[in-house]
DNA sequence: TAAATTTGAATTGTTAACAATTAATGCCTC
DNA sequence: GAGGCATTAATTGTTAACAATTCAAATTTA
């Protein structure tokens, strides 16, 4: 896609990481001329930024109808997991390859931040961080492929905890990430397997996938027939 | 991105089918009035397809100097077959809890087209069928994740193969392609996963990405100091 | 009243003119 | 001639007006 330059880019990262955060709730829509107020730019800036958006899967643009923030499916989560699974699996062994001190300590430092936010009790924050964690990792694999993989996974996925995220979720997956880091540290292949895929496993079954935000029934189905 | 539509669908696959069939060389230059001319259309539609080709890492778009066909580097190269690796895996394992008879008999109907190809020692049919045999088998795995990552995958490895590969080169993957049917239908993952990375590996070691087409040397290196 | 139709406002999509940038050419100076 | 400077042409980028579409409310009709 073409590249996207300053201002753009600007928008761009205003509008994703409010849907990270969950200031723009799944569904919400997002008019042209009224973003071109709110960021004080022209439609055809803004046009660029929901095609790029649309995109990455994470608003949905229909046409002549606009967009809206997108609100994936049970199905998209399931996939995506698997995607995100395998591509994590991948990432972690080229980061297993490539790891040195400097980089080690950036990602305790970084599960440092975790602990904090989580202590803290700033689950908005925890989130975006341990997004961040699996970033760092891809960084350190130095797989620019992978890295961008796993960033469009991980975008989507703030969705899809959204819609999806059993009430009572503790997530502390700090304790996790550190032990990642140890197995990438140990470089034993089978061991780092098994803690990526116990990882993004809690991560999966965090949430409710099966029948609690089903595809909608439709009004037949929930009145007809009696 | 913005959803293409109809006309843009069209200037947007050609384009891209000469980039895989190698009318349209690494480097070539891409005018959006030129490409206007062409295709009949105008210069919007010329940009957003441009835009997604850029996205898609099939062209190189540079501020106010225009697109070309893009040059992927030995770097590029090797990024994209370690994931390449990591998917087709993950596809495959997919696809294998899920085939059925008609499935395997599209595979093996493909599977003798790529034959046919072969024979008729069509060079420019046999790549673009392997790379069709791939994309069925993502189909097949029914994880539209995988199969959007996959599909870029192996647009991007059209250019790779023009670049990099051995002048020497048979390119007879048919028989692999076969392989890979039997060890899906058997059901055996660790059998399945040898050929996977059997013929990945195959595919990367046609290419040359050692030091035939490496990065520039500088002019200070080539002429420099003596 | 309920369905169908019309109307108009709100919104998105397209285009063509204009602006800005880059690359190339010719000219002048030394 | 070589290098530097201005001019010109070619190309890309932006914008603002116009066109087309959708959605919802108001009106009509049965």
Redesign the pocket.
């Known amino acids: 896609m ?1 590249r996207l ?1 300053a ?1 753009e880019t600007q928008v761009y990262d205003r509008i994703r990481s409010a849907i990270g955060d969950r200031q723009l709730l799944p569904g919400q ?6 973003l071109c107020r709110i960021f004080d ?5 803004i ?1 660029k930024v929901l095609a790029r958006l649309a995109f990455d899967g994470l608003v949905d ?7 809206s923030v997108a609100q994936p499916t049970v199905k998209d989560a399931a996939d995506l997991f698997v995607a995100r699974h395998c591509i994590e699996r991948a990432i972690a062994r080229e980061a297993a390859a490539r790891i040195d001190d400097a980089s080690a300590a950036h990602l305790r430092a970084h599960i440092d931040k975790e602990r904090a936010a989580h202590d803290a009790g700033d689950r908005q924050r925890m989130i975006a961080l341990s997004g961040e964690f699996h970033l760092l990792l891809a960084q350190i694999s130095g797989n620019t492929v992978l890295r961008r993989y796993l960033a469009d996974l991980v975008a989507r996925e703030s969705l899809i905890i959204q819609l999806y995220e059993k009430p009572d979720q503790g997530s502390c997956s700090h304790g996790e990430h550190a032990g990642i880091v140890e197995a990438l540290l140990a470089g034993n292949e089978a061991a780092l397997d098994a803690v990526i895929a116990a990882h993004i496993d809690g991560i999966a079954s965090s949430l409710d996938l099966e029948p609690v935000h089903p595809a909608r029934p439709s009004l037949e189905e929930v009145f007809g027939s009696r």
């Open positions: 073409a330059n201002a829509r997002l008019r042209e001329v009224e730019t022209t439609r055809g800036t046009r643009h229909q046409p002549n109808r606009g967009a």
